[in-house]
């Protein structure tokens, strides 16, 4: 099973919306959990991975209703802190400007506070996020960027790391085992191998039916 990011999403009683990351446990290589960003708005939502029930032709397809979807975890936090609004007298009038918008005296407490609001990320403890994009690097250097994953429906585990465009070498599929996967920090994937040992690895047939 391929898991594909940037997919239409379908629940059982229509589309609901993109993946936008998968979830991953880096010690068992295990895909966990799908990002799916709501169609018609911002929210995003932590699906996990046992909900998918197939996925084909650039979608990828749900075994819950969107109000299902509506009920689980939502991936972006908002909180809010407070900060002190800097700003300055412009030539002595008596405006005064500060973060993004003007202020007019005497309207302005000096001591003045905005509450400002700050997006977290709700990723599991011990867990990475890896969206469609994310950079490979071999040992030697750059080869390119993340499409998908491809998971043993099994049991869930990563088998194969897939960069389809972008890449060193055109616009074949270059099939990457999981055993050649290094560390992964912040936005990039570290292999084991250079860039010789990846052009020869043997082909490793995808039966996506979409170009």
């Not at 465009?165 to 055993?179: A, C, M, R, Y």
Request: hydrophobic fraction near 35%; charged fraction near 25%.
């Amino acid at each position: 099973m391929e898991i594909p990011v940037q997919a239409q999403v379908e629940c059982k009683d229509g589309l609901c919306g993109r993946s936008i990351y998968v979830l991953i446990n880096p010690v068992t290589d295990q895909v966990t959990h799908l990002v799916v960003k709501e169609d018609g708005s911002d929210t995003e939502y932590i699906v996990p991975v046992e909900y998918v029930t197939e996925t084909i032709a650039s979608t990828i397809r749900l075994r819950c209703t969107k109000t299902n979807l509506k009920k689980m975890h939502r991936f972006i936090k908002t909180t809010f802190i407070e900060e002190k609004v800097p700003y300055t007298s412009l030539g002595g009038g008596n405006e005064m400007y500060g973060r993004g918008a003007y202020y007019y005296l005497p309207y302005v407490d000096p001591e003045m506070t905005v509450q400002v609001p700050v997006e977290h990320k709700q990723i599991p403890p011990g867990e990475l996020a890896v969206e469609r994009g994310t950079r490979v690097e071999a040992t030697d250097g750059y080869v390119g960027h993340v499409d998908e994953f491809v998971v043993n429906p099994k049991n869930g585990h990563i088998t194969h790391l897939v960069m389809r465009e972008g890449h060193l070498w055109g616009q074949k599929d270059v099939i990457i085992p999981v055993s050649a996967m290094g560390d992964t920090l912040g936005k990039t994937v570290f292999l084991k191998l250079d860039k010789h040992q990846i052009e020869s690895l043997p082909a490793f047939p995808l039966h996506r039916r979409w170009s």
